[in-house]
Protein backbone atom coordinates (compact mmCIF):
# COMPACT_ATOMS: atom_id res chain seq x y z
CA UNK A 1 0.00 0.00 0.00
CA UNK A 2 1.28 3.39 -0.81
CA UNK A 3 1.93 6.03 1.31
CA UNK A 4 -0.86 8.04 0.10
CA UNK A 5 -3.85 5.55 0.11
CA UNK A 6 -3.01 4.96 3.30
CA UNK A 7 -3.41 9.10 4.40
CA UNK A 8 -6.36 8.94 2.23
CA UNK A 9 -8.01 5.51 4.37
CA UNK A 10 -6.81 7.74 7.47
CA UNK A 11 -8.80 11.24 6.47
CA UNK A 12 -11.65 9.36 5.07
CA UNK A 13 -12.33 6.24 7.72
CA UNK A 14 -14.15 8.17 10.20
CA UNK A 15 -16.72 9.27 8.00
CA UNK A 16 -17.17 5.48 6.66
CA UNK A 17 -17.76 4.62 9.95
CA UNK A 18 -20.46 7.47 10.52
CA UNK A 19 -22.15 6.12 7.75
CA UNK A 20 -21.72 2.41 8.30
CA UNK A 21 -19.71 1.56 5.59
CA UNK A 22 -16.81 -0.96 5.31
CA UNK A 23 -14.08 0.41 3.37
CA UNK A 24 -12.79 -2.60 0.89
CA UNK A 25 -10.17 -0.98 -1.00
CA UNK A 26 -8.64 2.72 -1.69
CA UNK A 27 -6.84 3.11 -5.09
CA UNK A 28 -4.59 5.71 -6.23
CA UNK A 29 -3.79 5.63 -10.07
CA UNK A 30 -2.66 7.50 -13.29
CA UNK A 31 -4.36 6.17 -16.23
CA UNK A 32 -2.93 8.12 -19.40
CA UNK A 33 -2.78 11.54 -18.01
CA UNK A 34 -5.44 10.97 -15.61
CA UNK A 35 -5.28 10.43 -11.46
CA UNK A 36 -7.73 8.77 -10.30
CA UNK A 37 -8.58 8.03 -6.86
CA UNK A 38 -11.28 4.51 -6.64
CA UNK A 39 -12.45 3.86 -3.38
CA UNK A 40 -14.51 0.67 -3.03
CA UNK A 41 -17.72 0.51 0.22
CA UNK A 42 -20.08 -2.11 1.44
CA UNK A 43 -22.47 -2.93 3.73
CA UNK A 44 -24.45 -5.63 4.79
CA UNK A 45 -26.77 -6.38 2.03
CA UNK A 46 -24.98 -4.51 -0.52
CA UNK A 47 -24.34 -0.73 -1.24
CA UNK A 48 -26.15 1.55 -4.30
CA UNK A 49 -26.24 4.31 -6.28
CA UNK A 50 -27.40 6.36 -3.70
CA UNK A 51 -25.20 4.88 -1.08
CA UNK A 52 -21.83 5.71 -3.13
CA UNK A 53 -23.90 9.30 -3.92
CA UNK A 54 -23.55 10.10 -0.26
CA UNK A 55 -20.57 8.07 -0.03
CA UNK A 56 -18.60 10.61 -3.05
CA UNK A 57 -20.25 13.80 -1.37
CA UNK A 58 -18.50 13.02 2.52
CA UNK A 59 -15.58 11.85 1.22
CA UNK A 60 -15.23 14.91 -0.79
CA UNK A 61 -16.04 17.50 1.85
CA UNK A 62 -13.31 15.57 3.99
CA UNK A 63 -10.45 15.72 1.47
CA UNK A 64 -10.99 19.64 0.54
CA UNK A 65 -10.18 20.21 3.70
CA UNK A 66 -7.06 17.49 4.32
CA UNK A 67 -5.81 16.68 0.89
CA UNK A 68 -2.52 14.65 0.82
CA UNK A 69 -2.96 14.24 -3.08
CA UNK A 70 -0.97 17.20 -4.63
CA UNK A 71 -1.93 16.24 -8.33
CA UNK A 72 -5.35 16.62 -10.25
CA UNK A 73 -7.80 13.48 -10.13
CA UNK A 74 -10.87 12.04 -10.02
CA UNK A 75 -13.12 10.74 -7.29
CA UNK A 76 -14.72 7.31 -7.51
CA UNK A 77 -16.93 5.59 -4.95
CA UNK A 78 -18.03 2.75 -6.09
CA UNK A 79 -19.13 -1.17 -5.13
CA UNK A 80 -16.42 -3.30 -5.36
CA UNK A 81 -18.77 -5.82 -7.29
CA UNK A 82 -19.50 -9.33 -6.67
CA UNK A 83 -16.08 -10.75 -7.59
CA UNK A 84 -14.82 -8.16 -5.06
CA UNK A 85 -11.17 -8.85 -3.06
CA UNK A 86 -10.57 -10.29 -0.06
CA UNK A 87 -7.91 -9.01 2.16
CA UNK A 88 -8.47 -8.08 5.53
CA UNK A 89 -9.47 -10.59 8.38
CA UNK A 90 -13.00 -9.56 8.65
CA UNK A 91 -13.45 -9.74 4.78
CA UNK A 92 -12.02 -13.98 5.10
CA UNK A 93 -14.47 -14.37 8.64
CA UNK A 94 -17.57 -13.16 6.36
CA UNK A 95 -16.60 -14.78 3.20
CA UNK A 96 -17.01 -18.66 5.06
CA UNK A 97 -19.17 -20.39 3.27
CA UNK A 98 -19.13 -18.77 -0.27
CA UNK A 99 -17.63 -19.12 -3.23
CA UNK A 100 -14.09 -17.83 -3.60
CA UNK A 101 -10.67 -17.68 -5.89
CA UNK A 102 -7.33 -17.60 -4.69
CA UNK A 103 -3.79 -17.60 -6.68
CA UNK A 104 -0.67 -18.35 -4.95
CA UNK A 105 2.83 -17.71 -5.03
CA UNK A 106 3.73 -20.95 -5.28
CA UNK A 107 2.07 -24.20 -6.03
CA UNK A 108 0.17 -26.47 -3.37
CA UNK A 109 -0.90 -29.86 -5.13
CA UNK A 110 0.76 -28.74 -8.40
CA UNK A 111 -1.79 -25.93 -9.01
CA UNK A 112 -1.03 -22.20 -8.17
CA UNK A 113 -4.98 -21.25 -8.72
CA UNK A 114 -7.97 -22.82 -6.55
CA UNK A 115 -11.87 -21.49 -6.52
CA UNK A 116 -14.33 -23.73 -4.42
CA UNK A 117 -16.10 -22.85 -0.92
CA UNK A 118 -14.55 -21.63 1.72
CA UNK A 119 -14.99 -23.54 4.95
CA UNK A 120 -12.61 -22.13 7.29
CA UNK A 121 -9.96 -19.48 8.22
CA UNK A 122 -7.75 -19.28 11.23
CA UNK A 123 -4.55 -16.89 11.76
CA UNK A 124 -2.07 -19.29 9.47
CA UNK A 125 -4.68 -21.00 6.90
CA UNK A 126 -7.81 -21.13 5.19
CA UNK A 127 -9.46 -24.33 4.18
CA UNK A 128 -11.55 -24.58 0.71
CA UNK A 129 -13.69 -26.93 -0.38
CA UNK A 130 -13.18 -27.78 -4.20
CA UNK A 131 -14.15 -29.72 -7.26
CA UNK A 132 -11.64 -32.25 -8.30
CA UNK A 133 -13.17 -33.95 -11.97
CA UNK A 134 -16.86 -35.19 -10.31
CA UNK A 135 -16.21 -35.10 -6.11
CA UNK A 136 -15.14 -32.61 -4.02
CA UNK A 137 -11.92 -32.44 -1.55
CA UNK A 138 -10.67 -29.89 1.29
CA UNK A 139 -7.58 -28.43 0.88
CA UNK A 140 -5.65 -26.45 3.49
CA UNK A 141 -3.87 -23.24 2.28
CA UNK A 142 -1.48 -21.61 4.14
CA UNK A 143 -2.30 -17.51 4.58
CA UNK A 144 1.70 -16.72 3.41
CA UNK A 145 1.43 -18.12 0.20
CA UNK A 146 -2.12 -16.53 -0.97
CA UNK A 147 -1.15 -13.81 -3.29
CA UNK A 148 -4.48 -12.68 -4.18
CA UNK A 149 -7.83 -13.67 -3.00
CA UNK A 150 -11.64 -12.50 -3.99
CA UNK A 151 -15.38 -13.54 -4.21
CA UNK A 152 -16.31 -15.80 -6.65
CA UNK A 153 -19.66 -16.48 -8.62
CA UNK A 154 -19.97 -20.13 -9.51
CA UNK A 155 -22.32 -21.19 -12.09
Not at 1 to 24: A, C, G, H
Not at 70 to 90: F, N, Q, T
Not at 99 to 112: E, M, N, Q, T, W
Amino acid sequence: MSKVTEKVETIIQPVLDELNYDLVEVEFVKEGKDHFLRISIDKPGGVDLNDCTLASEKISEVMDEEDPIPEMYYLDVASPGAERPIKKEKEYQNAVTQPIFVSLYAPIDGSKEYLGILKSVDEDTIVMEIKVKSNTKDIEIPRNKIAKARHAVMI
